[in-house]
């Protein structure tokens, strides 16, 4: 048997296993089972005197035991019933109390004679006090007055009359008939109060979410982001140096100024998910906004998180833990901006003129003539790929690992001029140049710095190019191998 499911009463068989077999007495309108307070367990433990029981939290009794039909105002024990639902003494006294007559109390005598004693109801009491205070008798009627030559009485007042009195203690004018004893008006009031309670409870929480719902469309309306992020551009904003630190970008100006030139296509951008990301969508075709709800991250965080990525390399998980969202939008930001960010800024790359490098042209490099880029190759590590020929491909002997390698050209003021497409690792300076097509960059009577790899001087024999790269140290002795023989030599000695 589940605890708490049937009645501890002894003698009641109610269970709430089994409705069909349920006994409800007739001053219950609707059967419970009802839980003992903890101050109230001893008491209650009393009342049901059964031997070897105790009353614990899982004790259960029902509604028949009760005089309200539950622990309610001033019968909060059970009371009624308590040896079985056929006990004639309590039915009785019960009966009476819903019939509205003279309840009894039945007592022996050692004689064996049993004697009932009437109680006074309600309106019996009432009508006792009347007796006893003479300016009430239920005879007189509202409207009749006081006769001023009465005789003087401590409780009369010449200057009061019987309307008087009904206006202020009307309650001392019910009849006897108008005065209720039922219990199920008690049950009802006390459910009406209960229904009072429930509606202005309700009440509470209706205002309390209208509230929170009239701040969410404020908070939508404009465009404030809710969610407490760890990183935010709206605190780096006010620190260039942070700026810097984060980005790589010089100032927070710098940064506003390339979210402007892509601000235009972010409202149709369709971020990528899978190979069905490549068709296009209806809204693009009608340039309105992307349907759905409000992304986590706004525009500009999503570029943080960019350009985070670029010049930090940090994880997903970390960049994920920081701007407090899942792992999978990270990736979906990434996927997205990058290639978005590599078609809508390919016009800053710029190749420029002879006359405008003349302009920019530092110092330094002043005994260059005509000098117009600087190049060089980066690499970028990669994971190694599960194919072996794959993993040939994009291996590189100079890192040791996978990569893929990239040709950039600088202008003598340090500017990008010139990004090639990406290639594997394996691929030597030589054949990025040529494949890469920076050769025809290139003027006549240009000069161009490169390292030592980039033994390119037969590319440069179509155009009158010159290239500067440091000398070759292999028949000469390096500074070291100099100390060396000093050294061997004054041991020697």
């Known amino acids: 048997m589940g605890k708490g499911d049937r009645c501890a009463v002894f003698g009641c068989n109610n ?13 219950v309108t609707t059967i419970k089972w009802h839980y003992c307070p903890p101050k109230s367990r001893r008491i209650w433990t009393k009342l049901l005197n059964r031997e070897g029981f105790e009353v614990t939290s899982n004790t259960r009794i029902c509604s028949n035991h009760f005089v309200l ?5 001033q019968h909060p024990h059970p009371c009624l019933y308590m040896r079985g639902p056929d006990t004639s003494t309590h039915s009785l006294e019960i009966q009476e109390i819903i019939s509205g007559a003279e309840p009894t109390t039945t007592t022996t005598t050692r004689g064996g004679q049993v004697k009932r004693a009437k109680h006074e109801t309600r309106a019996s009491k009432v009508a006792k006090i ?23 009485s401590p409780c009369r007042s010449s200057s009061f009359s019987c309307q008087d009195l009904k206006e202020e203690h009307g309650y001392a004018f019910m009849s006897e008939s108008e005065v209720c004893t039922c219990v199920k008006c008690e049950v009802c009031k006390r459910k009406w109060r209960d229904l009072e309670h429930d509606r202005d409870s309700l009440r509470e929480e209706r ?17 404030k982001d809710t969610v407490n992020h760890i990183y935010d551009i709206e ?32 409202p149709y951008m369709q971020y990528f998910k899978s190979s069905q990301s490549q068709s296009t969508k209806s809204y693009q075709v009608r340039r309105t906004n992307k349907p759905g709800p409000k992304r986590l991250l706004s525009y500009q965080n999503e570029l943080l998180v960019t350009l985070m990525k670029i010049k930090l390399n940090l994880s997903e998980q970390f960049l994920a833990h920081l701007f407090s969202c899942g792992i999978s939008l990270i ?13 809508e800024l390919r ?19 002043a005994k260059y003539r005509n000098m117009s880029a600087i190049i060089d190759c980066t690499e970028v590590p990669l994971q190694r790929p599960s194919l072996a020929k794959a993993n040939s491909q994009i291996y590189s002997k100079y890192k040791g690992r996978a990569t893929a390698k990239i040709l950039v050209a600088c202008t003598p003021a340090g500017t990008i001029s010139f990004v090639s497409s990406v290639a594997g690792g394996n691929m030597s300076d030589k054949e990025m140049v040529k494949r890469s097509g920076i ?5 006549p009577g240009d000069t161009i710095l490169a390292d030592r790899g980039f033994n390119i001087q037969e590319l440069l024999l179509d155009k009158p190019v010159r290239l500067e790269i440091p000398p070759f140290l292999k028949k000469k002795k390096t500074v070291f191998r100099i100390r060396k023989q000093n050294y061997q030599t004054s041991c020697q000695c």
Not at 239 to 252: C, F, R, V, W
Not at 331 to 343: I, K, M
Not at 352 to 365: H, V
């Open 69 to 73: 039909g539950g622990p309610h105002g």
């Open 130 to 152: 009347s007796s006893d205070h003479c300016y009430y008798t239920p005879s007189v009627a509202a409207s009749e007055e006081m006769p001023l030559d009465s005789p003087p």
């Open 331 to 343: 990736s979906q930001v990434l996927s997205t901006w990058l290639p978005l960010l590599s078609l």
């Open 347 to 365: 016009c800053l790359i710029h190749w420029p003129t002879r006359n405008e490098l003349k302009l920019y042209m530092p110092s330094c490099f």
């Open 207 to 223: 205002d309390r979410l209208k509230e929170e719902i009239e701040k969410r469309n404020s908070e939508l309306q404009t465009g």
């Open 235 to 266: 605190n780096l904003k006010h620190s260039d140096k942070l700026i810097h630190l984060h980005t790589g970008l010089a100032s927070y100006a710098l940064f506003i100024w390339i979210f402007s030139l892509i601000k235009p296509k972010l």
């Open 15 to 27: 269970d709430r296993r089994y409705p069909e077999k349920l006994l409800i007495k007739d001053h």
């Open 439 to 443: 050769l025809d960059k290139f003027a």
